[in-house]
């Protein structure tokens, strides 16, 4: 049974970095078949993908335009996990945030296994 | 950017009764590449249907999805007390950004 375990901080202040951790147990962070993703929730923008990481024979990475400048997930083999940074970060960026796995039935997109959510307030 | 559009907003219905779940593309989705979720207050949302039509694992067979090109329906033939929920359509074609629809309420009369 695949499970996404993440940590991190609830609250960050205005132009502050942002930083999730993902932990992967039951599959591999490495695995050429799947695909690990970040996804926020809020009441304004809905549900929203942020970006991608994945492992064919090296590391990809893609971000959605809205937050490409200030993003960056990677991955961390040693301690099977993945993560999330966004930096200058505001109010807008309140939201729930979600790891979440894709790929397999070679559908990059279909989002299987979800995290359990971490609520990012970004107040002072 | 594909934009999904569910509609209704919310549905009020009561045990036993139907729903009609409608999610509408503002383009093509080429290969049926359509996912249905179900989030529960408080919880991650939760794969229910891929490609269209397709039960995910564990999905009881009262939650179906049909639909094609910028077309797609979720229905659930006879509600029960746990399927009360918000549902969201996801469109997975090709490649990202992924975009989802704004969600429908489907709450207990």
């Known amino acids: 049974q695949v499970q996404l375990q993440q940590s991190g901080p609830g609250l960050v202040k205005p132009s502050q970095t942002l930083s999730l951790t993902c932990a992967i147990s039951?599959?591999?962070?490495?695995?050429?078949?799947?695909?690990w993703n970040w996804i926020r929730q809020s009441p304004s923008r809905g549900l929203e993908w942020l970006g991608r990481?994945?492992?064919?024979?090296?590391?990809?990475?893609d971000y959605a335009v809205s937050v490409k400048s200030r993003i960056t997930i990677n991955p961390d083999t040693s301690k099977n996990q993945f993560s999330l940074q966004l930096t200058s970060v505001t109010p807008e960026d309140t939201a729930v945030y979600y790891c979440?796995?894709?790929?397999?039935?070679?559908?990059?997109?279909?989002?299987?296994?979800w995290g359990q959510g971490t609520l990012v307030t970004v107040s002072s | 950017e594909i934009v999904l559009t569910q509609s209704p907003g919310t549905l009020s219905l009561s045990p036993g009764e139907r729903a009609t779940l409608s999610c509408r593309a503002s383009?093509?989705?080429?290969?049926?590449?359509l996912a249905w979720y179900q989030q529960k207050p408080g919880q991650a949302p939760s794969l229910l249907i891929y490609?269209?039509?397709s039960r995910a694992t564990g999905i009881p067979d009262r939650f179906s999805g049909s639909g094609s090109g910028t077309d797609f329906t979720l229905t659930i033939s006879r509600l029960e007390p746990d399927d009360f929920a918000v549902y969201y359509c996801?469109?997975?074609?090709?490649?990202?950004?992924?975009?989802f629809g704004q969600g429908t309420k489907v709450e207990m009369k």
């Open positions: 979440v796995r894709g790929g397999y039935g070679g559908n990059a997109g279909r989002f299987d296994y």
């Open positions: 039951g599959d591999s962070v490495s695995s050429n078949s799947a695909i």
């Open positions: 990481t994945y492992y064919r024979s090296k590391w990809y990475d």
């Open positions: 383009q093509s989705v080429s290969s049926s590449y």
């Open positions: 490609a269209a039509s």
């Open positions: 996801q469109e997975y074609d090709d490649s990202p950004p992924w975009t």
